[in-house]
């Protein structure tokens, strides 16, 4: 497990230093002071790697899917959470989704890697806590649909990658009270 944290840190230290198209395996490897063969052994490609790095450091929405079941939760608290955890991505750590973000335009592998290990199970915990919150009556009927479902990842991620801006907990508090409850709550 250390010498994976230290490849992980490694791989995040290297995306932020040349970006995802000059990164290489072996750089990791000297700044991890390991061997290429421990990191090939565990990770085939520079892809598997830095998506195992990212899903590391930034995990899933598991704690969300969780917390559907707890009743004390209303859908505004579980949408600042799963924003929470979406803002994880900024500051020091933007640097490896700008990088990444970038990439998946010219090379479809990787977005199509992104899309199902990132976005996806992101994208399923949304539609989860807004089907909650309609079953509720929180929520407006059509509340539960895509569209919505990708309001608040989409407002955080453009803060993050474009802006190049760290989102707080406040920040995410904000675009779900001003933004997103207004125009899903039911009336």
Sequence with gaps: MVLEDAIHEAVFEELARVGYAAFTIEAVAARAKTGKASIYRRWHTKQDLVLDAFCSRFGGPDHILASLADDTLTTRDLLIRLGTGIC??????GELVRAVACEVTRDPELAAAVESQVHHPKQVAMLAVLRRGVARGELRPDAADEMFGDL??????Y???????????????EFVDRVVMPLVSAP
Excluded: D, H, K
Excluded at 88 to 93: I, K, L, T, V, Y
Excluded at 152 to 157: C, D, F, I, S
């Design 88 to 93: 994880q991505m900024s500051g020091e750590a």
């Design 152 to 157: 608040l990842p989409a407002l955080l991620t």
């Design 159 to 173: 803060q993050v990658i474009l802006m190049n801006r760290t989102v707080t907990e406040q920040t995410v508090t």
